[in-house]
């Protein structure tokens, strides 16, 4: 003989036992789960990543506010950006100062040298530098040969100013009879930077 069950009880609300609805809760929480551990994970890597490239700007950061992290990397961009900036001109004035600097004594250069390879040549002359003048655009040397005669080479002297300067002058500007042959000569050095 075959029993039929019959449901006499029409309108018996239907229950779900504690464990069902544990085990249908963790089913349904797993994805969300996964998806914030995943998202932990990367966030993670990518803060390492970032701690290997750019030790400096994670001291910064608060590991536990990353909410502000975008505007406080801005923030230090924009700052070394600025930093940036003001070493590039600090290093743009440098370069214009030296190369004033070169400019403005090249020609004393010039002159010492000539005076050095001539005083090698012949011990009895003697050179002095009465007046050097140098302004922002314009310079100008007051010297004295003392010798039997004339031995400035205003050429070469001359040649080597042009490769610099414009206009650079050397002449002879007095001659002086000190003692027998012995003169005086007297050199005048100007142009403008």
Do not use: C
């Not at 655009?137 to 004295?144: E, G, P, Q």
């Amino acid at each position: 003989m075959k029993l039929e069950k019959l449901n006499l009880y029409t309108k018996k609300i239907q229950k779900i036992s504690i464990q069902k609805f544990l085990i249908y809760l963790i089913i349904a929480l797993i994805p969300f789960v996964s998806i914030m551990f995943y998202t932990y994970v990367w966030t993670q890597w990518k803060i390492n990543e970032i701690a290997v490239k750019y030790p400096k700007v994670l001291n910064l950061i608060d590991l536990n506010d990353f909410r502000n992290a975008p505007n406080i990397i801005n923030n230090e961009i924009t700052n070394f950006n600025g930093k940036i900036q003001t070493i590039t001109k600090k290093i743009d004035q440098y370069h214009e100062y030296f190369n004033k600097v070169l400019i403005s004594k090249y020609f004393l250069q010039v002159l010492f040298d000539e005076f050095n390879k001539l005083k090698s040549k012949n011990s009895d002359l003697e050179y002095f530098v009465d007046y050097i003048e140098i302004n922002s655009d314009k310079y100008f040397v007051r010297f004295y040969e003392f010798s039997e005669s004339s031995k400035v080479n205003v050429e070469e002297i001359l040649k080597r100013l042009k490769i610099i300067y414009k206009d650079p002058n050397l002449y002879l500007n007095s001659t002086k009879n000190l003692y027998g042959n012995f003169k005086m000569f007297e050199y005048i050095l100007e142009g403008s930077l």
